[in-house]
């Protein structure tokens, strides 16, 4: 019997379709060659935006982790890998399904039924409970199911990405409203400014001191002053528009967006060097990496697709010619063994899928090694800029002071009579581009602080090691629900 037994396995695994010597192509980056150092990094909290100390962030923060549809249909996606792990599951499972029909057949003559049936029309019915389970001897539906697993996973990281990503958006967007509020005061009070120059111009015009030629250059300044009111509060309104869109809501929500009161300087710990954990901190690396390990699954299902597929089938129930007979003692049939299927000619298409799943683990490793990189790249440059824009502000608040003690001094001699109007008009110009200069300055600052925070992970907690996707999945909602707390 043992021998017999070796004797048909041998021939079952020489009838399959070989396997082919496909291998991946693609590696993936070593961590120690990214130039990482040896510190971990800073750890923030699920609501880092709360050290801007501004009600209003907060408030926003909240429905644009509730209403956005982009982190909204994250969501989605996380249902739906989870539908399909809970398939996968069941199809790992024995199934049982209740089949009954009643036909009204003419019986061949020359089948399997003898006459007086066969020649004959009669009722032929069957009431049967079919059982089928596939002993899955390869592990393709062990792999199967890890496939599902990951890329379940995986979706749980891209919502955690998203959701990451959507708070920096809005962190953003808030500091460019408020630059346009500043950008907008600055504009008023260069009309202001310039609306003295122009009365003071005017009046030396009138005593005989100036010509008209600077009286007409202090109203074209003045003009393009005016203009510059209006583009400013016109780019702010776009900023208020934005914000109600990341929100998910329309024109309604734009007079509940006021102007932004955050506390700018509020320390928050950044790292100075490219942290050790930086991998383990982003979500979309982590999902990059998910995406591997399905891949890696993919090709083992396909791989097992080479042997022998085995299944134990079995049946019960009633089957009988006449309608009276089909329920009756006599009509009961069962059965029950094993089903076996054998890959031995399908004109490659099995090689095909195979060589199919291993391009498909190529491209996610490549697109891993994307992630990783940019993910490098990006701390790098949010670092860089910080670093540059703290040490700028020193200087840009000097040429600040400097230049509003210029224009202090050019009023005074041109009121004096002691230089033309040139003199002042420059001083005045010198002093607006500074006032712009500093606001942006400290704008760009904050954005970058928000930047290189999100590209170290920002307030993302990795899941456990053997967390399964579920378990992610309702973490991850919760730092959404924890947001409108």
């Keep these: 019997m043992k021998m017999t037994a070796a004797l048909l396995s041998a021939l079952l695994l020489s009838a399959c379709v070989s396997a082919p010597p496909t291998t991946p192509q693609a590696t993936q980056i070593a961590p120690q060659s990214l130039g990482l150092s040896g510190e ?20 926003l923060a909240e429905l644009v982790l509730s209403g956005n549809p982009t982190l909204q249909g994250a969501l989605a996606r996380i249902r739906a890998a989870q539908a399909q792990l809970s398939g996968a599951r069941a199809d790992d499972r024995p199934q049982v399904a209740l089949d009954g029909q009643e036909q ?43 496939r599902a697993k990951d890329s379940a996973m995986a979706a749980s990281l891209d919502a955690s990405a998203a959701r ?35 009365r003071l111009t005017q009046g030396r015009f009138n005593a005989g001191l100036e010509s008209a030629s600077a009286v007409e250059q202090a109203k ?19 900023n208020v528009h934005a914000i109600a869109a990341l929100t998910g809501q329309g024109a309604a929500a734009y007079a509940a967006i006021t102007r932004p009161a955050p506390h700018l300087d509020t320390a928050l710990p950044l790292p100075t060097v490219l942290p050790a ?38 049946l019960v129930g009633f089957q009988a010619i006449g309608l009276s007979n089909l329920l009756t003692g006599d009509s009961f049939t069962y059965g029950a063994g094993p089903a076996i299927h054998l890959p031995i000619f399908d004109a490659g298409k099995i090689r095909a899928r195979y060589a199919g799943a291993t391009a498909e683990l190529d491209a996610a490793i490549a697109d891993y090694n994307g992630t990783v990189l940019s993910a490098v790249r990006q701390t790098a440059d949010a670092m860089t800029q910080v670093q540059s824009l703290e040490s700028q502000r020193a200087d840009q608040q000097d040429a600040l002071d400097s230049a509003t003690r210029a224009l202090a001094l050019a009023e005074s001699r041109y009121k004096s009579g002691l230089s033309d109007q040139i003199p002042m008009l420059n001083a005045e110009s010198t002093l607006l581009t500074s006032r712009q200069q500093m606001a942006g300055l400290i704008a760009n600052a904050t954005i970058q602080r928000v930047t290189l925070l999100l590209s170290v992970g920002g307030g993302f907690n990795p899941p456990a090691p053997d967390a399964d996707a579920f378990t992610a999945a309702t973490a991850a909602n919760s730092q959404t629900n924890t947001a409108k707390d």
Aim: glycine letters at 6%.
């Design 220 to 238: 074209a300044l003045l003009a393009l002053a005016r203009a510059d009111v209006k583009r400013t509060a016109a780019a702010r309104d776009l």
């Design 164 to 198: 990451l990503a959507l708070s920096g958006a809005l962190a953003q967007s808030y500091i460019n409203l408020l630059l346009a509020y500043q950008e907008n005061d600055i504009a008023l009070q260069t009309v202001s400014e310039r609306q003295d120059i122009l």
């Design 40 to 59: 971990a990094g800073p750890r923030f909290g699920d609501q880092w935006w709360k050290a801007f100390n501004d009600p209003q962030v907060d408030r």
């Design 104 to 146: 009204r057949l003419l019986f061949s003559k020359d089948y399997i039924i003898p006459p007086p049936f066969g020649g004959s029309y009669q009722w032929y019915g069957q009431v049967v409970t079919n059982l089928s389970w596939n002993l899955d001897f390869w592990g393709k539906q062990a792999a199967i199911i890890a």
């Design 277 to 314: 954990d930086l991998l383990a901190r982003r979500p979309d690396v982590l999902a990059a990496q998910a995406r591997i390990e399905a891949a890696t699954k993919g090709r083992e299902a396909a791989h097992a697709d080479f042997y022998p597929n085995i299944n134990l089938t079995a």
